[in-house]
Structures are given as structure tokens and as C-alpha cells.
């Protein structure tokens, strides 16, 4: 790879399509948890194996999945994904029973995986070059940050304005019908930036095109010889770990804090901001430092925040403390979720390999979408209240502690040839 390849309509359409696609299965949920319980009956743990029956057919498209991304062109793979997501919100609009949902959900799990997942980080590292690859990734994350905060905001403002008065005095059935609108739109949405990246998403240089030949297994086993494989899949498992426990931030603004459920979906919009700010700004800086070192400092300052949860301290008359937390907390999360891709580069992972290394790599990275879902759904029905939340936030702390001292192994072997 040399020069980064700037084509920032490319860049604009992959932060899109690269938060678009996960908004309904995920950033929904995260924004309107109690909302979406509520609407479907659901207990915490319910909510979880759904999320369980997502990451289980989401690892069986990572591994397949990558491979695609290094025989094919990614703009057919993308558009294709949206519209295919899009469809199945039709479906989820329905407040259907259970075991719909969670098909629904493993539907969700092939077409935001098989199809787009591993494209998307080769196109970024392809944009990137040789020496933008912090740039490139921040602003992937940044981007697509700013991109479901928008679609939360619009997803809160289309809530509240289809709600006549006051959340406390409204049935469930009116709550339904709002939250129903809200997924209808997003649905829209998605699909039309479905057909912009079709129209405009193009290659971006002919070095692109020379990665999309047949892998082979003994390339697969070429990867798996490398240390840097395993310690990323290290890494990134305990990030997304942090990042799957921000969906509870909302739950706890209801259940300890006493928000209604319009309030807990803005103080989920809130922290969906931070993501973009944490993004741009590390976009803007990252290059400049070592990522490995940006990568520690996001993990203990995760470790931080989850500890601040974690003590208790933070109860219904203590807001300023709570938004500090929270504050916390998503800069740390959103920092590590920000730079974990960036640094492929310094593990000698060959580019053309990029998909399929993506796809390894995320097999074990992303085995929270499994087991994480479950395990605070436990904590949190079991333990009702501030004590369930607590020993979730020990949960992210000590996953964060592990991932900081597999990012610092990383940047004892690696960071010197950044």
C-alpha cells in the first residue's frame, strides 16, 4: 500500500452504510431498551439470547464472510446487505413473539456479516494507505458514531412527537405505535443509502482490484501463525465487550436514575454523540502518536468508568456524577472501538489478506454478540436495581483490564514498525 487513496465520497459512503446497517438490530435497542422490552415483552435475558442467536449465525459469516471480501468488489456486497437488513425490519415493525424475533435477529446476523462486515474494514485500510491508518479507522468510527446518533435523535424526535402527552400516562399500545414509526423510518432510510452506494460507490484504485483472488487454505494457516492474529482477536473481544455493555447506559438511567423512557432515550443519544467527538478526534491526532498506546490509555480509561458504575455511588440524586460516568465510560469504549482495526498494519497481515484475516480475527473478537447479551441480562434480572448494574460495570472493567494488557503485549512486538 502507498499513498492513501483520499476519495472521501468513498470514505462518506462506507461510514453510512457502516452504522445504517446496524441501527435497527443494535442502536435502537441501545437508545430505547426499556421502550423495546416494554413493546415486546421481553425480559432482559430474552433480550440477550436474541442477541445470541445474532452472534451465533454472525460467526459462522465471519469466517465465510471474509473470504467474499477478497474475491468481490464491495459495493454489489454492501448495497446488498442494507437492502436485505431494511427487509427485515418490515418484519420486527410487527412486534412479533418470540421466536420470530429471534429468527429475525439471526437473519440480521448473516446480512449485517456475510455481506458486509469484512468489506467494509478492507475498503477502510485500503483507504487509509500506508500511513493514514488511524485517520482512516477513527473516522470510520467517528463517522458512523455521528451517523447513529443522527438516526437516535431522529428515532427520539419521532417518538416523542407520536406520543400525545406525558411517557407516564401513555398505554403501552400508543408506545407501540410510536416505536413502530420510528422502525419504519429507519427501515426507509437504510435503503436508501442502499442504492447510494450502489449508484456511487466505485472502485477506489486498481490495487484493489489485484487483492480479489481465490484464498486458499494454506493462506488461512499463514494467518494463524502470526501472533498479531490472535492477540487482535484478544483485543477486540474485551472492546466489544465494552461495547455491547453501553446498550445497558439507558436501562440505567431508568431503573437507578428514575429517567421516564423519553428521557433514558435521550440519555442514550447522548452518549451515541460521543462516539463521533471520541472518532474525529482521534482521526485528527492518531497518526501523529503510536495507536498501540492510544489503545491502552482507551482501555484503562474504560477500566475507570466501569469502576465508577461499579461502586455505587452513582443513584437517583447524584446526575452530575452519572453523566460523568457515562462520559467516561463511551470516550474509553468508543477510543478502543476507534483504533483496534487501525492497527492490522503493524501485525504484518498482508493486505490481501485483509478480508480473510478480518474474518478469523472477528470470529473469536466479536463472541460477545453471544455471550454477552445472556450473562448482563442474568445479572440485571437477577439482581434488580443499582446491584446488577454494579457487577455489570466489574464485568467491563475487568474485560478492559485484560484487553489493555493484550494491547500492550501488541505494542511491545509490533509498534516499532509504525
Not at 462518506?12 to 443494535?26: D, M
Not at 449465525?57 to 464491495?74: F, N
Not at 460507490?201 to 483472488?213: F, G, V
Request: with cysteine; charged share 15%.
Amino acid at each position: 500500500m502507498g499513498k492513501p487513496n483520499q476519495n472521501w465520497l468513498y470514505l462518506l459512503l462506507l461510514v453510512l452504510s457502516g452504522e445504517a446497517i446496524f441501527i435497527l438490530p443494535f442502536v435502537l435497542t441501545r437508545i430505547f431498551r426499556p421502550t423495546v422490552m416494554d413493546a415486546f415483552e421481553l425480559s432482559n435475558v430474552e433480550l440477550g439470547l436474541c442477541f445470541s442467536i445474532y452472534g451465533i449465525v454472525a460467526m459462522i459469516s465471519y469466517l465465510l464472510g471474509g473470504p467474499l471480501a477478497d474475491k468481490y468488489a464491495p459495493r454489489k456486497l454492501i448495497a446488498m446487505a442494507l437492502w436485505l437488513t431494511a427487509l427485515g425490519g418490515l418484519v420486527y415493525a410487527q412486534f412479533p413473539q418470540l421466536w420470530v424475533l429471534q429468527i429475525v435477529y439471526g437473519w440480521w446476523g448473516f446480512t449485517t456479516i456475510f455481506l458486509f462486515w469484512a468489506p467494509m474494514i478492507k475498503a477502510t485500510r485500503v483507504w487509509g494507505g500506508a500511513t493514514l491508518q488511524g485517520r482512516a479507522f477513527s473516522f470510520l468510527d467517528g463517522g458512523r458514531g455521528l451517523t447513529g446518533a443522527l438516526f437516535g435523535l431522529l428515532g427520539v424526535l419521532i417518538f416523542s412527537v407520536m406520543l400525545p402527552g406525558s411517557p407516564e400516562d401513555i398505554g403501552p399500545m400508543v408506545k407501540k405505535k410510536a416505536f413502530a414509526q420510528v422502525i419504519y423510518t429507519t427501515s426507509f432510510l437504510i435503503s436508501i443509502i442502499g442504492v447510494l452506494v450502489w449508484r456511487y460507490m466505485k472502485h477506489i484504485t486498481i490495487e484493489e482490484e489485484k487483492t480479489q483472488e481465490k484464498i486458499k487454505w494454506i493462506e488461512i494457516k499463514q494467518l494463524l501463525r502470526l501472533r498479531s492474529v490472535w492477540l487482535l482477536m484478544v483485543i477486540i473481544c474485551c472492546g466489544y465487550v465494552g461495547y455491547k455493555i453501553t446498550d445497558v447506559i439507558s436501562l440505567y438511567a431508568e431503573e437507578v436514575m428514575g429517567q421516564n423512557q423519553v428521557e433514558s432515550a435521550k440519555t442514550g443519544t447522548f452518549l451515541q454523540f460521543l462516539r463521533p467527538i471520541t472518532g474525529i478526534a482521534l482521526g485528527v491526532f492518531a497518526d501523529r502518536f503510536k495507536l498501540t498506546k492510544i489503545l491502552i490509555l482507551g482501555f484503562a480509561v474504560c477500566v475507570i468508568g466501569g469502576l465508577l458504575f461499579a461502586s455505587g455511588l452513582i443513584v437517583a440524586n447524584k446526575t452530575i456524577l452519572f453523566f460523568m460516568a457515562v462520559f467516561t465510560v463511551g470516550i474509553g469504549v468508543y477510543a478502543c472501538r476507534a483504533l483496534y482495526f487501525s492497527i492490522l498494519r503493524l501485525g504484518n497481515i498482508p493486505l490481501a489478506l485483509t478480508g480473510t484475516a478480518v474474518g478469523l480475527i472477528s470470529l473469536v473478537g466479536y463472541t460477545p454478540d453471544i455471550f454477552a447479551g445472556p450473562l448482563y441480562g442474568y445479572f440485571l434480572d437477577t439482581y434488580p436495581g443499582i446491584t446488577g448494574h454494579q457487577i455489570v460495570f466489574m464485568m467491563l472493567s475487568l474485560f478492559s483490564l485484560t484487553g489493555g494488557l493484550a494491547a500492550y503485549l501488541y505494542d511491545r512486538k509490533y509498534a516499532k514498525l509504525r
